[in-house]
């Protein structure tokens, strides 16, 4: 079983190339909440994955309110492990997650970042990737996740290639802080006049946090994942004053 989280697709990409190559079923992070699902009986031998992207240089807080609900029933024959996506770096997040799947009475067997396309554009300093560089991260992350497969297939254990970065401590423990404390609102999302009420963002909002009633409201329940800003045809969705300037993206196979 492959449990994903995604906002942009980089994530759900992995997960699906994951679930395909080790042949196991597939399910979105969202949907168990929204059906309050949260009990699985892993099979014997099966492999349970986690995929996400990394937010604020941690799992994200949907993900780790997911883990912290799971009640997983398992045996000394499944194998864990965790990928995770990130525009750069991802801080002592294995860390993080490694623990918050100990609290399970789970250990991870391993664990893997892989460097995709970057989709944080509301703060100054952040956007998305020049052309180039997207393409660069896209065509090396294709030969990243067959080493991943590989490495899943071999059933590895105590291998964790996660890229932490600098200042990983303070990354992931002080500006990950604030950023669940204080940034993860929609509180400055609006539209501009280019918006024509074609609820797009309504249906793809992971969350269903969106509700479009001529113009999209968004209903405080918000993960920050970006879906709705990256994905408007029109670009009509933006964020406070920053992100007007700022390019968009989202993963589309090529
Ligand atoms: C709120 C937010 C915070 C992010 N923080 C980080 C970060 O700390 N480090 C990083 O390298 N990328 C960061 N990113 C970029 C994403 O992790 C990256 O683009 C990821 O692949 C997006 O995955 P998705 O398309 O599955 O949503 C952040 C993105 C968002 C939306």
């Known amino acids: 079983m492959i449990f994903y989280f995604s906002g942009t697709g980089n994530?759900?990409?992995i997960a699906k190339e994951i679930a395909k190559k080790q042949n196991e079923e597939i399910r979105?992070?969202?949907?168990?909440?929204?059906?309050k699902e949260f009990y699985y009986r892993a099979a014997e031998n099966e492999k349970i994955g986690f995929v996400f992207p990394i937010h604020s240089w941690g799992p994200p807080k949907i993900v780790l309110n997911f883990i912290k609900h799971l009640t997983l029933e398992f045996s000394a024959s499944n194998y864990f492990f965790f990928v995770c996506t990130c525009g750069d770096d991802i801080?002592?997040?294995?860390?993080v997650f490694v623990k918050a799947l100990s609290t399970k009475g789970i250990t991870c067997n391993s664990g893997f970042s892989?460097?995709?396309?970057?989709?944080y554009i509301l703060m100054k300093g952040f956007n998305v990737d020049p052309k180039n560089l997207e393409e660069k991260k896209l065509k090396e992350s294709v030969d990243r996740v067959r080493y991943i497969n590989d490495c899943l297939n071999k059933r590895v254990t105590g291998l964790f290639e996660c890229k932490k970065g600098y200042f990983p401590?303070?990354?992931?423990?002080?500006?990950?802080?604030?950023?669940?404390?204080?940034?993860i609102s929609d509180k400055a999302f609006f539209t501009t006049n280019s918006c024509n009420g074609c609820k797009?963002?309504?249906?793809?909002?992971?969350?269903?946090n969106i509700k479009v009633n001529k113009k999209p409201e968004w209903k405080h329940n918000c993960t920050l994942c970006l879906a709705c800003i990256h994905k408007c045809p029109?670009?009509?969705?933006q964020y406070g004053k920053e992100t007007a300037k700022k390019g968009r993206y989202y993963f589309e196979k090529k």
Do not use: D
């Open 234 to 237: 029109q670009t009509a969705i």
């Open 200 to 208: 797009l963002c309504e249906k793809i909002c992971p969350v269903g």
């Open 114 to 119: 892989v460097i995709m396309p970057n989709n």
């Open 28 to 35: 979105f992070i969202p949907e168990i909440i929204q059906k």
């Open 91 to 95: 801080g002592l997040s294995k860390k």
């Open 11 to 13: 994530s759900e990409w």
């Open 169 to 183: 401590f303070f990354k992931t423990h002080i500006i990950g802080l604030l950023f669940n404390k204080y940034q």
